[in-house]
């Protein structure tokens, strides 16, 4: 079953056979989370988010029209879901009257003991999550899913354009906290 495509799966859970679809979880769950991860700056909202992407794309499976890949498909219900429970986690803290000075944040998050003692990718991970959610997803897309410009603006319902332009400010807010927090010797 693990052989199979995804078209060739769907077709399968279309016709009644339902357990076919864990395949399709176990397929996008990982790469799922990552993204969702990194855009909510959650673990607990990622794992919830990610449970409602699973229902609302099965209970949806009917109206995929098999004319992008299903993975296209499945990020953009994955990326709009995170999108509305970022404005519901807005509107939460907003009527809570909850304020966080991010200056003081931002600067006291990492002290130069974390940077000696951790890897590489946990460096770089945190690096990403300090992003805004778009362009965390962006960079997760392109570089952890590797999935091409072109998928992405199917995702996010922009032109191809404005990915590459999102793109190329994320590497560029990558670039600066790097050098704001003489991260460069680490990395390299």
């Given amino acids: 079953m693990k052989d199979l495509s995804d078209i060739e799966i769907?077709?399968?859970?279309?016709?009644?056979?339902?357990?076919?679809?864990?395949?399709?979880?176990?397929?996008?769950?990982?790469?799922?989370?990552?993204?969702?991860?990194?855009?909510?700056?959650?673990?607990?909202?990622?794992?919830?988010?990610?449970?409602?992407?699973?229902?609302?794309a099965y209970n949806n499976l009917g109206s995929f029209k098999f004319e992008s890949k299903f993975s296209t498909w499945f990020y953009r219900i994955v990326y709009n879901t995170a999108l509305t429970?970022?404005?519901?986690?807005?509107?939460?803290?907003?009527?809570?009257?909850?304020?966080?000075?991010?200056?003081?944040?931002?600067?006291?998050?990492?002290?130069?003991?974390?940077?000696?003692?951790?890897?590489?990718?946990?460096?770089?991970?945190?690096?990403?999550?300090?992003?805004?959610?778009?362009n965390a997803a962006v960079i997760t897309?392109?570089?952890?899913?590797?999935?091409?410009s072109e998928e992405i603006s199917q995702v996010l319902n922009i032109s191809v354009a404005n990915v590459k332009v999102i793109l190329h400010r994320s590497r560029n807010l990558l670039k600066d906290i790097i050098q704001k927090r003489n991260l460069l010797k680490e990395i390299l």
């Fill in 10 to 56: 769907i077709e399968s859970v279309l016709k009644g056979n339902t357990a076919d679809y864990t395949v399709i979880v176990d397929r996008y769950k990982n790469k799922s989370f990552t993204m969702l991860k990194r855009m909510l700056k959650n673990e607990f909202d990622a794992e919830e988010v990610l449970m409602d992407c699973f229902m609302k």
């Fill in 85 to 134: 429970k970022l404005s519901s986690i807005k509107r939460k803290v907003e009527s809570e009257m909850q304020s966080i000075d991010d200056l003081d944040y931002l600067e006291s998050k990492y002290s130069s003991e974390d940077y000696c003692k951790k890897e590489l990718s946990e460096i770089v991970n945190k690096i990403i999550n300090e992003l805004p959610a778009k």
């Fill in 141 to 148: 897309m392109f570089y952890l899913e590797e999935m091409s």
